[in-house]
């Protein structure tokens, strides 16, 4: 008997050492899964490093159309005599992309006129570009009311009121000769 415990012992181990080679290894359907996990991991990423340079750029472009066009509207507003219209034009080699358009219109209800009949002015500045196939834009508006420029020889300084009658000095400074006496 002890012949046949031997030999039954040495299959078992035998048998023990085949299956533990199985073991230590991976399987080809969990070698498989495994790669599929990583190629739609790595595809997400990729995607998504994808979109946000897309949105950086559109942020950019959205940056420099809103500064174009504030500085399209001050050139506007610094005009003196700006009148009522419609032009457009480009910002030249600098900003080959950006194409600007600006509407100024007499407000019809305005009841703030000037000797010339001018009234309050809107003005809409527009600034458009093309980004992957779409047009873009950004728009600013803003009201002008007339000025009057006097020529400093024709304009008089009014003098600040020196006192206020009929109220105490509440300030608890003494003067002498000033305001409050």
């Known amino acids: 008997m002890p012949f046949l415990q031997l030999r039954f012992t040495h299959y078992a181990l035998r048998f023990t050492l085949h299956a533990s080679r199985i073991r230590k290894g991976f399987t ?25 340079a897309l949105n950086a750029r559109y942020a950019k472009d959205k940056t420099t159309a809103t500064v174009l066009a504030q500085q399209k509207l001050e050139e506007l507003l610094a005009q003196p005599d700006l009148a009522p219209g419609e032009t457009e034009g480009d910002f030249g080699d600098a900003y080959p992309q950006f194409r600007w358009r600006a509407q100024v219109s ?76």
């Open 28 to 52: 080809l359907v969990e070698l498989v899964v495994a790669f599929l996990i990583l190629v739609i991991g790595v595809t997400a990423i990729l995607e998504l490093v994808s979109q946000s």
């Open 106 to 181: 007499e407000v019809g209800d305005s009841t703030i006129s000037t000797e010339s009949g001018t009234g309050l002015l809107h003005i809409v500045v527009t600034v458009e570009w093309q980004d992957r196939g779409q047009l873009r834009s950004v728009q600013l508006e803003t009201l002008q009311a007339p000025v009057t420029v006097l020529h400093p020889q024709e304009a008089t300084l009014q003098q600040p009121m020196s006192s206020f009658s009929g109220l105490p000095d509440m300030s608890g400074f003494t003067t002498q000769g000033g305001a409050g006496q």
